[in-house]
């Protein structure tokens, strides 16, 4: 299993990036796919999850309504799209994947149940 994240930069307060993750090796339905980020000095946490068999969401509060995670099967891609950015969204952006042996397994914001992980991709925003 390899991921591969892409799409961070400098932004302004109050605008927006793109960030993807290519995913490739995997089962897409036997896997859970996440986003974490690491802001320097801080633990990494949890940003927003999906389960790929219906695209059922999580969202950690910091972001709902102001992110979204999507999938594209045909492409094998996980987005994250991230809108109004806040100078504390700043970090560096990780995806990772957990397999899960049921389909509906519930996304999880555990670190440690994600095995998979993809390099950071950096995410800057100014004030």
């Known amino acids: 299993v390899q991921l591969q994240a892409c799409g961070g930069g400098l932004v302004q307060a109050g605008g927006f990036l793109r960030l993807s993750c290519a995913a490739s090796?995997?089962?897409?339905?036997?896997?859970?796919m996440a986003w974490f980020r690491q802001a320097p000095g801080k633990e990494r946490e949890f940003v927003a999850g999906i389960r790929w068999i219906d695209d059922y969401t999580y969202y950690a509060d910091s972001v709902r309504d102001r992110f979204t995670i999507s999938t594209d099967s045909a492409k094998n891609m996980v987005y994250l799209q991230m809108n109004s950015l806040k100078p504390e969204d700043a970090a560096v952006y990780y995806c990772?994947?957990?397999?899960?042996?049921?389909?509906?397994?519930?996304?999880?914001?555990?670190?440690?149940?994600?095995?998979?992980w993809g390099q950071g991709t950096v995410v800057t925003v100014s004030s």
């Open positions: 990772a994947a957990r397999f899960v042996s049921s389909m509906r397994a519930s996304v999880t914001r555990n670190e440690y149940d994600y095995r998979k």
């Open positions: 090796g995997l089962t897409f339905n036997h896997y859970n």
